[in-house]
């Protein structure tokens, strides 16, 4: 019989094997398009950067912003990428791992600012990557069991199409 705790244990593993493999994504992304963009400093605190997402949807300037666009392209790259990434060692709750780091994320943000982002603009995008992440790993998942069972072929078969 397996017992509460060894769950427990189990569960927090995995916890921390999403954070931080979120984390390393997102400063992989970052970085490489800090270097694509060319910008002049890298700081740490990329992945807590809010105040360059305020007025994006008014100001059309600010989409040309390199700065700007290396914060919007690391965020929505990471999310992106993050499911594939999860897949790796879970196989199962994607979605509810990825809502979890998600607001682990976001208390982070709060916590390196010291301040509770009101740029409305960013959680937009929070919310708009998160479901995007989600509807990745749900369809990975479906997928990979679909292939595994043999209910899953993408193309008919030659003796399906002569019948």
């Known amino acids: 019989m397996v017992s509460v705790s060894s769950i427990g244990k189990e569960i927090l593993l995995k916890l921390l094997g999403t954070i931080f493999s979120f ?8 970085s490489l398009l800090n270097g694509i963009l060319r910008l002049d400093s890298f700081d740490g605190t990329i992945p807590f ?5 305020d007025q994006i949807f008014a100001n059309s ?6 700065v700007f ?4 392209i690391s965020l929505e ?26 607001a682990v994320h976001c208390i982070l943000v709060c916590l390196v600012n010291l301040a509770f982002p009101l740029v ?5 995008w929070i919310v708009i990557s998160l479901l995007l ?9 479906a997928l990979i069991r679909k292939k595994k069972t043999g209910s899953f072929r993408p193309l008919p078969r030659e003796e399906d199409k002569a019948s």
């Open 23 to 30: 984390y390393a994504v997102y400063y992989i992304v970052a």
């Open 49 to 53: 950067h809010y105040q360059s997402f």
């Open 61 to 66: 300037t600010k989409w040309s912003d390199p």
């Open 69 to 72: 666009l290396g914060d919007f």
């Open 77 to 102: 790259g990471t999310y992106i990428t993050i499911p594939f990434v999860f897949y790796i060692f879970l196989r199962s709750r994607l979605w509810d791992y990825t809502i979890t780091i998600t």
């Open 120 to 124: 409305w603009e960013w959680w937009v």
């Open 133 to 141: 992440s989600i509807g990745i790993s749900e369809l990975t998942s």
